[in-house]
């Protein structure tokens, strides 16, 4: 594994979550681990690594639980 900092990761994180939840990337159909670490300048190692750490989940399973409160959401909202 590629060293990273806690700071470097919180960093990360904090980037990812702007980009997946905020931006609402996870509606992104192409969405994968690659082009997610191109837009946020790091090897998606890193970006892997950094999202298992923080959010105890793989890249899949961390953007599908968006997905799924997405989904609750708007089927309350019918």
Not at 9 to 33: C, G, H, P, R, W
Not at 52 to 76: M, P, T, Y
Request: glycine share 2%.
């Amino acid at each position: 594994t590629t060293p990273v900092s806690e700071e470097q990761i919180d960093l990360i994180y904090a980037e990812v979550l702007k980009l997946v939840v905020e931006e609402k990337q996870f509606q992104n159909t192409d969405l994968s681990l690659k082009s997610l670490s191109e837009s946020l300048h790091v090897s998606p190692q890193v970006l892997s690594q950094v999202i298992n750490q923080k959010s105890g989940k793989n890249f899949n399973n961390f953007v599908n639980a968006f997905r799924i409160e997405e989904s609750k959401r708007l089927l309350h909202l019918e």
